[in-house]
Nanobody
Framework: QVQLVESGGGLVQPGGSLKLSCAAS?????????VGWYRQAPGKQRELVAT???????NLADSVKGRFAISRDNAHNMMYLQMNSLQPEDTAVYYC?????WGQGTQVTVSS
């Protein structure tokens, strides 16, 4: 059974930073090419935040370019989302995903 577990969410003031982590079971990050992060704000559809290929090629949503960075450590089955210059509109539940598998999500709240 594949499991993805996110961590690192929390409450942060506008302009602050958070780093989300996603721990994957087994060695699935060594198997699947593209992995990513999505988020879902209250009352909105889930949206893509960032993806990264097994070779490290990244793709970020326009709304987070220049502020967020995605990375992965295939050897340790970890993926990350570094979020800087956070704004209230970044408030959402953030999910990591690999193939058809999803984590349970971690809440990020940006508020003063």
């Amino acid at each position: 059974q594949v499991q993805l577990v996110e961590s690192g969410g929390g409450l942060v003031q506008p302009g602050g930073s958070l780093k989300l982590s996603c721990a994957a079971s087994g060695n699935i990050l060594s198997i699947y090419d593209t992995v990513g992060w999505y988020r879902q704000a209250p009352g909105k559809q889930r949206e893509l935040v960032a993806t990264i290929t097994i070779n490290g090629k990244t793709n970020l949503a326009d709304s987070v370019k220049g502020r967020f960075a995605i990375s992965r450590d295939n050897a340790h089955n970890m993926m990350y989302l570094q979020m800087n210059s956070l704004q209230p509109e970044d408030t959402a539940v953030y999910y990591c995903t690999v193939f058809q598998y999803w984590g349970q999500g971690t809440q990020v709240t940006v508020s003063s």
